[in-house]
């Protein structure tokens, strides 16, 4: 392993995902098992640039593994996307001779990693941590498992009213450019169908085979919507539903910021402390500009450039699935 590394920092940006505390415990613990110091920042890049930071050991990190939100606490970094707000982001690095760092976070993150590394000499390894899943070069993000299983947790208990009732309900989750959480809530709670930005359904045909279900007796329906959606959101949706068809009962809910929080499921403690394990690994062996995932069980580090540049779309495989079990 590489001699150069002696100091490294972690940071946490972006939306908040749970999972990502586990992971700052596993880069923070790793990093004293191989003899490095560690530095936690806090609130992101404006932490970065604000020199908030603090030296950190291995029992900072105890008892936060199951705890949601990130205690490192995270921003959306505006001063970071200016050359001077990078300048005195390196300034802060430079002064506690810190030659590499970690940035836990989705597509901003990693966008203001690459640049922040184009610009400046500083070693940096992205993990991937947000709620959406929609990162290119990992099968799974930090937070998205959570994150789904809360929104089939509330899908469930809407379906109890749904069914009572006879009501048509739309759900609205997360996922401003990806239908991941949506497709995944749907068939985990199934539903009777999704709509997502990678797909365009037409309403028209959507209200036709909701008159042929109610003529089956079918007559409560559960409809997952991605916030990203080209049809609108699950209100919007609602209300164009009764306009065209009006003995329709139809609601609207949106889960919002729920799907952000709770405990991790054990699913993302053990993604998100593997990838925490591994970025300190990489760094002492000399990556750098990379974001680490998971593809296939094997652990792959992508140029940043890709990940933020190319697209990850949910399978088309899974999409046909949903349709078929819908019914
Ligand atoms: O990127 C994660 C995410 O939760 C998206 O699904 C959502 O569109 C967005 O963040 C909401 O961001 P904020 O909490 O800053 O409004």
Do not use: C, W
């Amino acid at each position: 392993m590489s001699e150069n590394i002696k100091k490294i920092a972690v940071l946490t940006s972006g939306g908040d995902a749970p999972g990502m505390n586990a992971a700052v415990r596993a880069v923070v613990r790793t990093a004293s098992y191989y003899d490095l110091q560690v530095y936690g920042i806090s609130r992101g890049y404006d932490g970065l640039i604000n020199g908030d930071i603090e030296l950190m050991n291995k029992r900072n990190v105890a008892n936060i593994i199951h705890r949601g939100g990130t205690f490192l606490k995270t921003a959306r970094s505006e001063a970071f996307r200016t050359v001077e707000g990078r300048k005195k982001a390196f300034e802060t690095l430079n002064a506690y001779d810190i030659d590499g760092l970690v940035v836990i976070g989705g597509n901003g993150t990693y966008t203001g990693a690459h640049i922040f590394g184009q610009e400046h000499d500083i070693k940096i390894v992205g993990i991937p941590g947000t709620i959406d899943n929609d990162i290119f070069g990992t099968d799974f993000t930090i937070g998205f498992d959570t994150a789904i299983n809360t929104a089939v947790e509330a899908v469930d208990k809407i379906r109890d009213t749904a069914d009572s009732h006879n009501r048509l309900f739309f759900i609205e989750v997360m996922g401003r450019h990806s239908g991941y959480i949506a497709l995944h809530t749907a068939i985990g709670s199934g539903a009777s169908a999704v709509f997502i930005p990678e797909v365009d359904l037409d309403l028209e045909d959507f209200v036709e085979n909701l008159k042929k279900a109610s003529r089956r007796n079918k007559l409560f329906n559960l409809v997952i919507i991605a916030e990203g959606n080209k049809n609108g959101g699950a209100q919007e949706l609602a209300n164009k539903v009764k306009e065209m068809y009006p003995q329709i009962d139809a609601k609207a809910t949106i889960i919002g910021h729920l799907q952000r929080g709770g405990s991790p499921t054990a699913n993302d403690r053990v993604l998100a402390s593997h990838l925490g394990y591994k970025a300190v690994e990489s760094l002492l062996n000399g990556a750098s500009d990379k974001a680490l995932g998971i593809v296939s069980n094997e652990l792959l580090l992508s140029p940043f450039k890709d990940a933020i540049s190319l697209r990850k779309d949910p399978d088309s495989d899974m999409i046909k699935m949903s349709e078929i079990l819908s019914l």
